[in-house]
């Protein structure tokens, strides 16, 4: 029986989601399924969902929300709904255009298996001799800027918290994704600063490890605008009252 359970979410991913990468993924690692969330599409995304669901029973599983809840509120919906289910030991989330590559799921399973102490994974763009990371100039540099922005919010040096690849151990899921999220884009920093609000007193650096990524590719097509860039530092700033961090 599968113990790893990825999230997906989807918004009007009819037209690109990798169907065949998905099932191959499965094929070779009986040990994980997928959840899509359909977050209240209106192409045909919910029926490719469906299909593939048929095609895979027991790997492959479909939660419809009936409207649009943004990212935020669709991983939270689909990772509670995944660790509903005692099978379940780690469960994540990974974005449906697979910028990251599934073969990434391994080594970030191996970082937490690794280390009992260690409760999330977080895969990192982290650009350097070996690896494949395409990533455009000008998005590099704003991640740059905005993660040196997110440590110091923090207080936790954390290389790149927005990679849409990341793995926890279900009982710390069932704490960290319990309560809406304060913002609609930045619920990656949000997941890190509630780190501090698990019990046993662990700090939040030793919680979390961030495993460089192999390969990554920018896909194209992100909704992430200008109009939420420029809302940045607010979400920031509610995320530092929320938590009481600077």
Not at 208 to 223: F, H, K, N, Q
């Amino acid at each position: 029986m599968p113990d790893v359970c990825l999230v997906v979410p989807c918004f009007n991913e009819a037209a690109r989601l990798p169907a065949a990468a998905f099932l191959a993924h499965l094929d070779a690692h009986p040990r994980t399924c997928v959840l899509f969330v359909d977050d209240g599409s209106t192409d045909g995304t919910a029926e490719r969902l469906r299909a593939l669901a048929a095609e895979r029973p027991g790997q492959v599983a479909v939660l419809t929300l009936a409207q649009n809840r943004g990212k935020a509120e669709a991983v939270r919906q689909g990772v509670r709904h995944a660790i509903a289910s005692p099978a379940v030991a780690f469960a994540g989330y990974w974005d449906a255009d697979l910028a990251t590559p599934l073969a990434e799921v391994a080594p970030m399973l191996a970082a937490l298996e690794a280390r009992a102490d260690v409760v999330m994974a977080l895969g990192s763009r982290w650009r350097r001799l070996g690896s494949d990371i395409q990533r455009r100039a000008v998005r590099h540099v704003l991640g740059r800027v905005f993660a040196t922005a997110a440590s110091l919010v923090l207080d936790l040096p954390v290389y790149d918290s927005q990679c849409g690849a990341k793995l926890f151990r279900a009982g710390a899921a069932r704490i960290l994704f319990a309560d809406p999220f304060v913002t609609r884009w930045l619920f990656d920093v949000e997941l890190l600063a509630r780190l501090r609000t698990l019990p046993g007193g662990a700090p939040a650096h030793a919680a979390a490890i961030e495993v460089p990524l192999t390969r990554w590719r920018d896909v194209g097509g992100s909704r992430l605008g200008w109009p939420q860039m420029l809302a940045t530092p607010i979400g920031l700033w509610r995320i530092s009252r929320r938590y009481g961090r600077r």
